[in-house]
């Protein structure tokens, strides 16, 4: 089978599409045929060695790339119950040091990191979900917040911010929206019920919008203390990516997200995006052998959306 993996870290042009055996399910796991894999900052990351050099991952040998994946269960392994092949599902990779990623024609996860896709949408839109929602979703779990609270969400034009945003008006949160000037009625639709254009002085436009600072704030643009400038002493602030975090001060708990494949959760939030609770939304799609193509476009920036890779498993149909 084709993957995409890095044995040398770098730029876009390190991803090497390989031939490689087709990994077999173990106990506990499914394989999936890959149709769309979403293609996520933390690929870029991984890619030019960032991750290794902050030593979350030893950094040597070949390291696969991708984490989101949409496909069908093809095989599944001794004690994997909840799966049959042939079922529609989503699922997340979560480990880093790993020779195979989701930029794949085939993948094992897990079945504890699988849910059933959601129903009625498409791979390349479904492919979208997993780590992002879970990001946004499990920052709101650490956050605790009771529902009325007020809360601040940076870049809520994004991936990640755009579904904390959802997820939080589900909860009963009010939203405070931050994202570009011309993002305003994106984050609105997404349920935010205030807007505060980026840019300096984000705190003080916060402040006047929520008198004495907001209850909470998901960081998704990882302004650091800009953001926390926003958040009421004795707040709750939490940071989503590796040292973004700023100092937590005026008694502020400040925490930092970790992403973890959850399928219990992910079956949740993928019932709520067949249901068209949850925006999927898709900037562009790739073939799996343009993986460096859309790197470049990635960091580019100015995307609304996830690029997502497609296998020749991927049909528009699915």
């Known amino acids: 089978m084709r993957a995409v993996v890095v044995r040398a870290f770098g730029g876009p042009e390190v991803l090497e599409l390989v031939d490689v055996p087709v990994p077999v399910a173990g106990p506990g796991q499914v394989r999936i045929r890959v149709e769309a894999a979403a293609v996520n900052p933390v690929d870029a990351v991984t890619r030019a060695g ?6 979350l991952m030893e950094g040597h040998g070949q390291a696969g790339i991708g984490w989101d994946v949409a496909g069908v269960v093809d095989a599944v392994g001794p004690r994997s119950a909840g799966f049959s092949p042939g079922d529609r599902v989503i699922g997340l990779r979560d480990r880093l040091d790993v020779p195979l990623g989701t930029y794949a024609d085939y993948v094992v996860l897990d079945a504890a990191a699988v849910a059933p896709a959601p129903a009625g949408v498409p791979a390349v839109a479904a492919a ?3 780590l992002n929602a879970l990001t946004a979703d499990q920052a709101l779990d650490l956050l605790g917040l009771a529902g009325g609270s ?6 809520a034009a994004g991936a990640v911010g755009g579904f904390a945003v959802e997820l939080a008006a589900l909860r009963g949160l009010r939203v405070v ?3 570009g000037p011309a993002d305003g009625e994106l984050v609105r639709r997404l349920g935010a019920e205030w807007f505060a254009p980026r840019g300096a002085g984000l705190a003080d436009r916060v402040r006047g919008l929520v008198p004495g600072g907001v209850d909470g704030a998901i960081d998704a643009a990882l302004t650091g203390v800009a953001a926390l400038g926003a958040v009421r002493a004795r707040g709750s602030f939490v940071a989503v990516a590796a040292g973004a975090a700023p100092v937590g001060l005026r008694g502020i708990t400040v925490r930092t ?3 973890a494949a959850d399928g219990p959760a992910l079956a949740r939030l993928s019932a709520l995006a067949g249901q068209g609770r949850l925006t999927l939304r898709v900037a562009a799609t790739h ?3 343009d993986a460096a193509l859309a790197h470049r476009r990635l960091a580019e920036g100015g995307l609304r959306g996830r690029l997502v890779l497609t296998t020749g498993q991927y049909t528009s149909r699915t």
């Not at 960032?50 to 030593?55: E, H, M, N, Q, T």
């Not at 007020?150 to 870049?155: A, C, E, K, P, Y």
């Open 50 to 55: 960032v991750l290794a050099a902050a030593g």
């Open 128 to 130: 979208t979900l997993p």
């Open 150 to 155: 007020t809360l601040l969400v940076t870049g």
């Open 177 to 179: 929206a931050v994202a």
């Open 257 to 259: 997200q970790w992403v």
């Open 287 to 289: 073939p799996l052998e």
